[in-house]
């Protein structure tokens, strides 16, 4: 357990430091892009992403989570079926590309952007690219080499400062987009395949493959169902509406998440991660679960209640002015973000490390089941009516998620709510200091140290509880190891 511990917290570390360099990176790119290309560009590529999301699953057909979850019998079994889980994911992501390509104009017709099959037909290169790279992944994330993934992402971010970014400015197209991502997924693909030990040898067995689908068909079932989750909005609001509208909304969910996503990206690869190791240890798996939850919760609580009171001061500077109208979508769906991961969002990885995805699949048709009515039914009054319904759904999946929770993993409502009552406290604390300042046309200097001034207020409150003083220890403990 002390040996996983030390692994877990250098694992954390590196995670951290890879999303902490992506986000300075991000939203500087996000801020030049937004400002460079217009709302129907970004239309353009959600819709593009939709198709690559969803075949990706199949692709992968859950052998990732296989390979980071399974506890292997010997190393020639775990070699065996990483050749396996390789050659599969290759072979079928070709044969799905070009399936694509050949009806990439109808396919386009039925996602709602109509013309655009050939940018359909490109971007899912990244198919068989991801497919490539996915399986070395899998193995680096095992063995909590996230030290290793730093300096694959590290070179990931840097893409759109010199390859998407000057391709914008030159065309002002949604090529730029485009190429952008195809450009990630190749570097992903060279970088990961050279600096990983295992490589692919001419190997296969369908007894193996057999027994992978056997034990992983719940999590590609999972994974459906969290893509359709993920995107059924988008193709009601692509068909229903226009790109311009898809764009906007997109962008808003986009940008609340990639503030908080710090976070959850740093975090969820090495929870799952752990807690596969654990899954026999009932003790050692609360115990990890309520650390992580601890943790996070003392930076996305107060983050996510930041997003929404400095809502249009967050829009205007990520994204632009001309971009104030999905200011108030924003920053509610910051709020609510940021409830939805501290109560809710960790559940899926408990759910998979205990090898018990149908728990999740449950919890995903149940939020579809919410979602469609209530986006066809607030469509008819209004973007912005749209916008908040969405936003207020997502409580569904957060009541449904603590009700599993408690009810087989026998942690309830109450021992979260515990467990991260000192980042509660401090958050209200720096609300009411916040809410009782003038607030009426702020310019950029008085937001940032309204900012600067909730901020202290914030940590000045949990220094003041001991369990607080020793959570920020913790925390600076994953970053130092």
Request: with cysteine.
């Amino acid at each position: 357990m002390a040996d996983l511990n030390s692994k877990v917290l250098s694992a954390t570390k590196w995670s951290s430091i890879t999303e902490i360099v992506a986000k300075l990176v991000t939203p500087v790119s996000t801020m030049v892009l937004a400002r460079l290309l217009t709302p129907e560009a970004f239309g353009v590529l959600v819709t593009a992403v939709m198709i690559i999301s969803f075949a990706e699953i199949f692709t992968d057909a859950g052998f990732q989570k296989y390979l980071i979850q399974r506890e292997f019998g010997s190393e020639e079994e775990k070699e065996e079926s990483t050749t396996v889980a390789f050659w599969s994911n290759l072979c079928l992501s070709l044969v799905i590309w070009t399936v694509i390509i050949l009806f990439a104009d109808e396919i386009a017709v039925l996602v709602g952007n109509e013309g655009h099959g050939d940018v359909i037909a490109v971007s899912c290169v990244c198919i068989p690219l991801a497919a490539f790279s996915s399986i070395q992944m899998a193995l680096f994330k095992r063995r909590f080499d996230f030290k290793t993934l730093f300096l694959v992402r590290l070179v990931g971010v840097l893409i759109p400062l010199v390859v998407t970014i000057p391709l914008a400015y030159l065309t002002r197209s949604y090529w730029a987009l485009i190429i952008g991502m195809v450009c990630l997924n190749l570097s992903n693909a060279v970088l990961l395949t050279v600096k990983s030990p295992w490589k692919p040898r001419w190997f296969y067995k369908f007894s193996r493959l057999k027994e992978m689908l056997s034990f992983s068909i719940w999590s590609m079932i999972e994974a459906v169902s969290i893509w359709a989750t993920s995107y059924v909005d988008l193709f009601i609001i692509g068909a229903l509406l226009n790109q311009h509208y898809l764009g906007l909304y997109r962008t808003a969910i986009t940008t609340a998440g990639q503030i908080t996503s710090i976070i959850i990206s740093a975090t969820t690869p090495v929870l799952f991660s752990s807690l596969s190791r654990l899954q026999n240890n009932e003790q050692g798996f609360r115990e990890m679960f309520l650390r992580f939850q601890k943790i996070v919760g003392l930076f996305i609580i107060p983050m996510g209640v930041g997003i929404y009171l400095f809502r249009d001061f967050v829009t205007d500077v990520l994204l632009g002015p001309q971009w104030l109208e999905i200011a108030n979508f924003l920053g509610l769906w910051g709020l609510i973000n940021a409830v939805a991961i501290v109560f809710s969002h960790y559940s899926s990885e408990v759910y998979r490390a205990k090898g018990r995805p149908k728990w999740s699949v449950f919890v995903q048709i149940s939020q579809i089941v919410c979602i469609v009515p209530t986006v066809l039914w607030s469509i008819r009054y209004g973007f912005d009516v749209l916008c908040e319904a969405r936003a207020l759904v997502r409580l569904q999946a957060v009541v449904v998620n603590l009700f599993i929770m408690y009810l087989f993993v026998k942690i309830s409502l109450w021992t979260m709510i515990k467990n991260v009552g000192v980042s509660l406290i401090a958050t209200i604390g720096m609300v009411i200091v916040v809410l009782v300042l003038p607030s009426c046309q702020l310019s950029i200097f008085q937001n940032i140290v309204y900012i600067v001034v909730a901020t202290i207020i914030y940590f000045g409150i949990i220094l003041s509880f001991r369990d607080g003083r020793m959570l920020l220890l913790n925390a600076a403990k994953m970053l130092h190891r």
